[in-house]
């Protein structure tokens, strides 16, 4: 069972920025597909942005995350990174990093059903 924990969630004013990261093992990270997915009471589980394992389909964003959010991977391949800038209260939710092994499938990316395991998210409050 692979283990994900996120961190790096908090407060933050409308316009502010901020970066989550997910570690799990040196093999999850580098060689499966993650995603990062968001949470409100009382709705689906979103997903924003995926990042494949080499040689998949790259990265994918939801739209209303597209141009302000960024995912990858840093250059050591042991933790999941989610750049976010020009938060605004839409934003607030818990982060869910999340994976499952072998490639992305391209057109269900960002579908919950893909993914296999996951963290128990860091909370992000995005004040006007």
């Known amino acids: 069972q692979v283990q994900l924990v996120e961190s790096g969630g908090g407060s933050v004013a409308a316009g502010g920025s901020l970066n989550l990261s997910c570690v799990g093992t040196?093999?999850?990270?580098?060689?499966?597909?993650m995603a990062w997915f968001r949470q409100v009471p009382g709705k689906e589980r979103e997903g924003l942005a995926s990042?494949?394992?080499?040689?998949?389909?790259?990265?994918s964003y939801a739209d209303s995350v597209k141009g302000r959010f960024v995912i990858s991977r840093d250059n050591t391949k042991t933790t999941l990174l989610l750049q976010m800038n020009s938060l605004t209260p839409e934003d607030n939710g818990v982060y869910y990093c999340?994976?499952?092994?072998?490639?992305?499938?391209?057109?269900?990316?960002?579908?919950?059903?893909?993914?296999?395991?996951w963290g128990r998210g860091t909370q992000v409050t995005v004040s006007s």
């Open positions: 040196e093999y999850s990270i580098r060689t499966h597909g």
């Open positions: 990042i494949d394992k080499n040689g998949g389909i790259g990265t």
């Open positions: 999340e994976g499952r092994s072998g490639v992305l499938p391209g057109g269900d990316a960002l579908a919950q059903g893909t993914y296999a395991y």
